[in-house]
């Protein structure tokens, strides 16, 4: 058995508009491609009767994300900010060259900040905090000397 390859993380977002702002504006993703899906066989793989949604599939940095909108039968409010020691995926993280712009552009576009998350390092040159985007997810903007390519350390 192999695995060939990570094709995608999939975020479940109430308003796919204003998420592909975010995301796209924002985070600087690009749209890959879109998939309209409703009933069988997606109602049983997802396991959501008389299932529709849109999947837009955006790319950065070689990372691909699928942005789920479901019109049917519709999504469940999630808890914000999601507690980091629940079991499952807690957030994405990315690198930033200038933390305080980056979260004013994307607060600009429904980021929530995560209060008492900020961490500054001056002596190594690393800042750090959490938001949220428009739907809950958490995402860690770490700004830190080197290459951007590897997790500060």
Same mark, same amino acid.
């Given at each position: 058995?192999?695995?060939?390859?990570?094709? #995608?993380?999939?975020?479940?977002?109430?308003?796919? &508009? *204003?998420?592909?702002?975010?995301?796209?504006?924002?985070?600087?993703? *690009?749209?890959?491609?879109?998939? &309209?899906?409703?009933?069988?066989?997606?109602?049983?793989?997802? /396991?959501?009767?008389?299932?529709?949604?849109?999947?837009?599939?955006?790319?950065?940095?070689?990372?691909?994300?699928?942005?789920? #909108?479901?019109?049917?039968?519709?999504?469940?409010?999630?808890?914000?900010? /999601?507690?980091?020691?629940?079991?499952?995926?807690?957030?994405?993280?990315? *690198?930033?060259?200038?933390?305080?712009?980056?979260?004013?552009?994307? /607060?600009?576009?429904?980021?929530?900040?995560? &209060? /008492?998350?900020?961490?500054?390092?001056?002596?190594?040159?690393?800042?750090?905090?959490?938001?949220?985007?428009?739907?809950?997810?958490?995402? &860690?903007?770490?700004?830190?000397?080197?290459?951007?390519?590897?997790?500060?350390?």
């Amino acid at each position: 058995m192999a695995i060939l390859r990570l094709t #995608h993380v999939g975020v479940c977002v109430s308003d796919l &508009e *204003r998420s592909l702002r975010f995301y796209r504006d924002g985070l600087g993703f *690009r749209e890959r491609s879109r998939l &309209e899906v409703a009933g069988e066989p997606a109602a049983t793989l997802l /396991r959501i009767a008389a299932v529709e949604l849109t999947a837009v599939y955006l790319e950065r940095d070689g990372t691909c994300i699928e942005l789920l #909108h479901y019109r049917a039968p519709g999504d469940l409010p999630a808890e914000s900010p /999601r507690p980091m020691n629940r079991l499952g995926l807690t957030h994405l993280s990315l *690198r930033v060259d200038a933390l305080d712009a980056t979260l004013r552009d994307l /607060r600009a576009l429904g980021a929530g900040l995560v &209060e /008492r998350s900020r961490i500054d390092l001056p002596a190594v040159g690393t800042a750090a905090v959490f938001v949220t985007d428009p739907d809950g997810t958490m995402i &860690e903007l770490v700004q830190a000397p080197g290459d951007p390519a590897t997790p500060p350390g």
